[in-house]
Every structure is written in structure tokens, then in C-alpha cells.
């Protein structure tokens, strides 16, 4: 459905301009250096938000992360992809930053180049507050004089961090302390550097919605793996806490996931391990604990694997109607002695 006039996910000017000055700059050496007018008036109200986009110097990947009072800020502030750059396009938001400034950076050009072209192009630029970071780090961010106080930016190495309408001017600063200041990858930085802004008041009128994303430092071919973290909080009284447990979760399943491609390497202390390990992130989750007793079976580890499945029959008893319905998808060994025994018979 199209978005409404004035509000948050309209922009002015429209996508055939747009797409048109995107040839443009994928056609010249150099960026253009006059705004290609657009008559169309900015929306109404700001998409209020503190961002951060960052890179890890270590491992390539690349980052966005937000929060907002406003209602599913994740679908429209950031913008990431594996060997290209990551974008936060925020204010007024006009989310053709993120799609244009991908494509961008996809041919060639700089984090600074991509968002200066736009920002030439763009007559509403001093209402909007976007960042960009290309795959070599480079980055740049811009706050337009319109944007509602407080707000800025700071530009640092291998990230920026952004805000506006917030309640006190001390958010960013405090942003890119945090993100200098933890340790850990990308996600766990990222994360410190919205609850340092938080801790500063963040939004002036609160809190609503976050998102996070991380994904690989080189493509792969397939999108779906690159993606380490894609998680939003759309609405919820304490996005950051429901953020940093979607973290959590996450990373737990990359763990669980570790596990089955090592089972496919032969790989069962490797394997064992990373089960353990999600286990360990999230020990209530039955889920983990059921493909790990499965994954302990199918290696010969049953009596490993029994006091897990208890585990399992005891939050619920569908999980032993489960275990019943696997050997005939081949998830276990067709053999009525073995399953009578998991079963607890």
C-alpha cells in the first residue's frame, strides 16, 4: 500500500527521480554536485531515533542498530548488506537512502561518496540524518540544521553514531564511548552503544520500537546465510531488553546451527560442543534440548541423550510424540528397541 502523504515512510520527490539519479552517479567518475530539485513537501513527522552503523575490523562484518519511539523502526532505518556497507537513514526518514546507498557502494563507490550524491540530490536534506559505512570501513554520517534538538553525530573509526530529537545532547558521545569502550563482536558493541544512549535519556518522548542487524564482511552467494542477526522489536515497553534477548536467543541458534553443520563434517565432539554451548546461552529452551538428545542418538550417545529427552517430555509432552514421528523422516534410526528406550517404555 502506498504510503500516506506526510507520513513516516513517504519522502519527497518520488522514485523515478531517484532511480533516475541513480544511473546517473553509476554513470559518471564523479558525483553530482548540484540537488536535482524535488517538489514534493517532506513528511510531517520525524521518525525520532538514536542509530549506530559499524563495522568490525576483524571479521568485516557490518552493522546497523536503532531504537525509536516510533512504531517498527527496524523496517525502515536500517540498511545492511555482506561485503557492500550498512546505512541508517533516520529524521524525516526517506528509506530510499538505504536501498540507493547499498546499490551504490555494491558498484564501487565510497560510504562519503554514496551519501553525498544523495545528499545533493535530495532538497529535503536538511531534515534528514543518514549514515553510511562501505565494507572498507570508510563512513560518513550527516544531520541536516532541521532536524528536531537534540541532535548530531559522531564519526568515528569504523562507525557512526547518530540521534535526534533526544532529550539531551549527551546521547551520542555517549553512544561512541560505549562502542569504543566494549568488547566483544559487533552485535554485543552495537548493543552497549543503544543502552548508553538510553542511559542518557535516549528519545525525548521514549521508547517504542529497535532493530539490529549484522551481517558477514564478504558476500557469499547466498543471502540467507550472511545475515548473522536481523532481528526487530516492533512494539514493546523495553525495546532494548527485548532486543538484547532476541541477542541472546540468536545467537544460540547460530551455535545450534554450528552443531548440524558439523554433524554433516563427522564432526561430534564439534558438534556436542556447539549444542552444549546454545544450551548453555538459553537452558530453558526445549527445543535446543531436544535436537541436541536427537543429534547424541543418531552418534550412538543414548544415555547422554535419555536424561535430556526427560528434560523435554517434562516441559511437555509433545515432544515424545515427536520423537515418535522421526525415524519415518530419517531424523532417527528405524530401529523399535532404541525408540522404545528413548520413549521411557
Not at 542518557?200 to 551481517?215: F, H, N, P, T
Amino acid at each position: 500500500m502506498p504510503a500516506r502523504r506526510g507520513s513516516p515512510g513517504s519522502f519527497p520527490g518520488g522514485s523515478l527521480v531517484r532511480s533516475i539519479l541513480l544511473l546517473v552517479l553509476l554513470a559518471l567518475p564523479t558525483l553530482a554536485a548540484e540537488p536535482v530539485p524535488t517538489p514534493a513537501p517532506p513528511p510531517k513527522r520525524p521518525v525520532h531515533t538514536y542509530s549506530i552503523v559499524a563495522r568490525d575490523p576483524e571479521t568485516g562484518e557490518l552493522g546497523v542498530a536503532v531504537q525509536s519511539h516510533w512504531f517498527s523502526v527496524g523496517a525502515t532505518v536500517p540498511w545492511a548488506e555482506a561485503g557492500v556497507g550498512a546505512v541508517a537513514t533516520q529524521s524525516f526518514v526517506d528509506p530510499s537512502y538505504g536501498k540507493l546507498g547499498l546499490e551504490l557502494m555494491r558498484v564501487g563507490r565510497s560510504g562519503p561518496e554514496a551519501l553525498a550524491g544523495l545528499l545533493a540530490a535530495d532538497s529535503a536534506s536538511q531534515v534528514r540524518q543518514v549514515a553510511m559505512i562501505d565494507a572498507k570501513g570508510q563512513v560518513a554520517a550527516h544531520t541536516g540544521a532541521k532536524c528536531v534538538a537534540a541532535a548530531g553525530h559522531i564519526v568515528g573509526e569504523n562507525f557512526s553514531v547518530q540521534a535526534n530529537m533526544m532529550e539531551k545532547d549527551t546521547v551520542w558521545p555517549a553512544m561512541a564511548k560505549a562502542f569504543r569502550e566494549t568488547k566483544g563482536d559487533l552485535a554485543e558493541r552495537m548493543l552497549a552503544a543503544l543502552e548508553a544512549a538510553e542511559a542518557q535519556g535516549g528519545d525525548i518522548r521514549g521508547k517504542q520500537s529497535a532493530g539490529l542487524i549484522v551481517v558477514s564482511g564478504k558476500a557469499s552467494g547466498r543471502p540467507w546465510m550472511d545475515r548473522k542477526f536481523d532481528l526487530r522489536v516492533d512494539d514493546h515497553p523495553a525495546p532494548l531488553k527485548e532486543l538484547r534477548r532476541l541477542v541472546t536467543l540468536q545467537r544460540a541458534y547460530n551455535l545450534m546451527n554450528e552443531g548440524d553443520l558439523a554433524i554433516e563434517r563427522n564432526d561430534t565432539e564439534g558438534a556436542l560442543k556447539a549444542y552444549s554451548a546454545a544450551e548453555a546461552l538459553v537452558p530453558g529452551n526445549a527445543e535446543m534440548v531436544f535436537w541436541h538428545a536427537v543429534s547424541l542418538v543418531n552418534v550412538g550417545k543414548v544415555d547422554e541423550a535419555l536424561p535430556l529427552l526427560q528434560k523435554t517430555y517434562k516441559a511437555d509432552a509433545r515432544w515424545k510424540e515427536l520423537l515418535k514421528r522421526l525415524p519415518k523422516s530419517g531424523l532417527l534410526p528405524e530401529d523399535p528397541k532404541l525408540m522404545n528406550r528413548l520413549l521411557g517404555r
